[in-house]
């Protein structure tokens, strides 16, 4: 507990620099653009565009439980994506910031959350694409789409514990960043995000359900359409939370255990 406080403690002393940093992260991904950050928005919705037509004209996919599949769709996609990025960009933030880890005395344990904070950006336009498509397409939501934050909490604190390892361990063994990307890839098939997960058997879906990020996933279509509060779902959340904090615990840990060596590797 006295290491959670001082990590709070630190990312909030440190909030002026976090939020400097991650707004160069954005910034630095339109340079030389024409559109500029215009292609926040575009990028999601020609993804989601391209998956609906593929899969609800070319494969004729029904609407899921009365449900349109393109807000279905994108209510899955939605926590996926952040969560995908967070991870994957966090695998590469000690080693793009080497050059601050050499030079100076420098909170490293905030990197991860630059690269949380900046993804938030990307995050926000797949929910306005949400909100539009729940308004163009009739579907009625209600008080619960705001427990939509506590899900995007659980997903924050979930990528945080995992950006910490994976962010550790890429400065020693740089496949880790590739690996990572691979995992990413299989998770988002391997994930109910195109597919209704009780198509499945009851041993298949139980064991699909041990995935924590399907929890997240379920919770958003939960918030948006639903309208199902995460009460209802008491063991689960147990379950969910039993696995983030132990991954987050485990992240603090690595990285802090490895910080010292990061100037003399990189």
Same mark, same amino acid.
Not at 1 to 23: E, G, P, V, Y
Not at 40 to 45: E, G, K, L, R, S
Not at 110 to 137: D, E, G, R, W, Y
């Given at each position: 507990?006295?290491?959670?406080?001082?990590?709070?403690?630190?990312?909030?002393?440190?909030?002026?620099?976090?939020?400097?940093?991650? +707004?160069?992260?954005?910034?630095? %991904?339109?340079?030389?653009?024409?559109?500029?950050?215009?292609?926040?928005?575009?990028? *999601?919705?020609?993804?989601?565009?391209?998956?609906?037509?593929?899969?609800?004209?070319?494969?004729?996919? +029904?609407?899921?439980?009365?449900?349109?599949?393109?807000? $279905?769709?994108?209510?899955?996609?939605?926590?996926?994506?952040?969560? #995908?990025?967070? @991870?994957? +960009?966090?695998?590469?933030?000690?080693?793009?910031?080497?050059?601050?880890?050499?030079?100076?005395?420098?909170?490293?344990?905030?990197? *991860?959350?630059?690269?949380?904070? #900046?993804?938030?950006?990307?995050?926000?336009?797949?929910?306005?694409?949400?909100?539009?498509?729940?308004?163009? %397409? +009739?579907?009625?939501?209600?008080?619960?789409?705001?427990?939509?934050?506590?899900?995007?909490?659980?997903?924050?604190?979930?990528?945080?514990?995992?950006?910490?390892?994976?962010?550790?361990? /890429?400065?020693?063994?740089?496949?880790?960043?590739?690996?990572?990307?691979?995992?990413?890839?299989?998770?988002?098939?391997?994930?109910?995000?195109?597919?209704?997960?009780?198509?499945?058997? *009851?041993?298949?879906?139980?064991?699909?359900?041990? /995935?924590?990020?399907?929890?997240?996933?379920?919770? &958003?279509?939960?918030?948006?359409? &639903?309208?199902?509060?995460? $009460?209802?779902?008491?063991?689960?959340?147990?379950?969910?939370?039993? @696995?983030?904090?132990?991954?987050?615990? @485990?992240?603090?840990?690595?990285?802090?255990?490895?910080?010292?060596?990061?100037?003399?590797?990189?």
């Amino acid at each position: 507990m006295s290491r959670f406080l001082r990590f709070i403690h630190l990312i909030f002393t440190q909030r002026q620099l976090i939020l400097a940093l991650s +707004k160069r992260e954005i910034a630095s %991904q339109y340079i030389g653009s024409m559109l500029g950050i215009v292609w926040t928005f575009i990028q *999601p919705a020609v993804m989601i565009f391209v998956f609906w037509f593929v899969f609800s004209v070319g494969f004729k996919t +029904k609407p899921m439980n009365d449900v349109p599949f393109a807000v $279905w769709l994108t209510a899955g996609m939605a926590p996926w994506f952040v969560f #995908s990025e967070i @991870v994957v +960009k966090s695998a590469g933030a000690i080693v793009g910031y080497a050059h601050l880890i050499k030079k100076s005395v420098f909170p490293s344990q905030i990197l *991860p959350v630059v690269k949380l904070v #900046s993804s938030m950006f990307t995050h926000a336009a797949f929910i306005l694409i949400l909100l539009i498509l729940l308004v163009f %397409q +009739k579907v009625s939501f209600g008080i619960y789409a705001l427990q939509f934050f506590y899900y995007l909490f659980c997903l924050s604190a979930l990528a945080l514990g995992i950006g910490w390892i994976v962010a550790a361990l /890429n400065v020693f063994i740089r496949d880790v960043g590739q690996i990572v990307a691979v995992i990413m890839q299989v998770g988002f098939w391997a994930t109910p995000i195109f597919w209704d997960i009780n198509i499945m058997s *009851p041993k298949i879906q139980a064991f699909l359900k041990l /995935n924590p990020v399907f929890y997240i996933i379920q919770g &958003y279509r939960d918030s948006f359409i &639903y309208g199902v509060p995460f $009460w209802e779902h008491p063991r689960y959340t147990l379950y969910f939370w039993l @696995v983030t904090v132990c991954c987050f615990l @485990v992240g603090a840990m690595v990285f802090r255990k490895l910080k010292g060596q990061f100037a003399d590797v990189l």
